[in-house]
């Protein structure tokens, strides 16, 4: 019996694997797809913006300092940019930025208080507590603070402002009017001038705490009280000293 031998077959040649580098190259051209769809998204936006603790500053003021808006670039906004240029305004105190994904911007502000107002030039100017004027926002409204008249040397100007700041509310409330002495003894002294009709001369230097005694003449008729090396008060009309 003829015995048939099977046909020898070539051994088949199976796939090569694709290299790694191909692999590489597909991955970050889909991620590089995937990117640039992503940046065109709203995700990639500024949507969300939180602004606390703005008195002085309205929050147009705030974005515009910023150079903020809904809309732009997320990734591209500089943020500790914009802290900075808060905190050299000299209503700010302390600022704070933080950017959170996705898509959101709080902004915190620590603004210096507002202790009394300038009189300066037919306007009145809030004062801060550290004795800057902030001249770009003449006030317009009641004044329910200090005020403060011819006093240009801005080293008085800061000892009133840090006195006041000072000064319990119950004390500051009854100020109206805070002026030069004009005195050659005491080249620092001011002239406070209360609602009770109480005259008091203190040096400037010394303005934040010995006004703290006034508590105690609160009740005594008008007159003048003397609060330097010593203290002493004199019944009279401190009107009449008001036009020295």
Request: charged share 25%.
């Amino acid at each position: 019996m003829e015995q048939r031998v099977p046909p020898l077959r070539s051994p088949s040649r199976g796939r090569k694997p694709p290299s790694v580098a191909a692999i590489l190259f597909i991955l970050l051209f889909f991620l590089g797809i995937s990117l640039v769809l992503f940046l065109k998204s709203p995700l990639s936006e500024v949507r969300e913006i939180h602004i606390e603790g703005s008195q002085w500053l309205s929050d147009g003021e705030v974005m515009k300092i910023t150079r903020l808006m809904k809309g732009a670039s997320w990734f591209h906004w500089d943020a500790k940019g914009a802290e900075e240029r808060l905190q050299e305004l000299p209503e700010v105190k302390e600022a704070s930025v933080v950017k959170s994904f996705p898509g959101k911007v709080q902004i915190r502000l620590r603004e210096v208080n507002r202790v009394g107002y300038l009189a300066e030039g037919g306007q009145i100017y809030p004062l801060l507590s550290d004795g800057s004027i902030l001249k770009k926002s003449p006030w317009k409204g009641e004044v329910d603070r200090p005020l403060v008249k011819g006093m240009n040397q801005s080293s008085e100007r800061r000892s009133i402002a840090t006195g006041l700041a000072q000064l319990p509310p119950r004390v500051s409330a009854e100020i109206s009017e805070i002026r030069p002495g004009g005195n050659d003894t005491y080249p620092d002294l001011v002239k406070v001038y209360t609602l009770r009709d109480h005259l008091i001369r203190v040096r400037a230097r010394d303005f934040g705490e010995k006004m703290k005694y006034y508590p105690h003449f609160m009740d005594r008729p008008p007159g003048t009280l003397h609060l330097l090396e010593s203290t002493w008060y004199v019944p009279g009309d401190q009107l009449s000293d008001a036009e020295e």
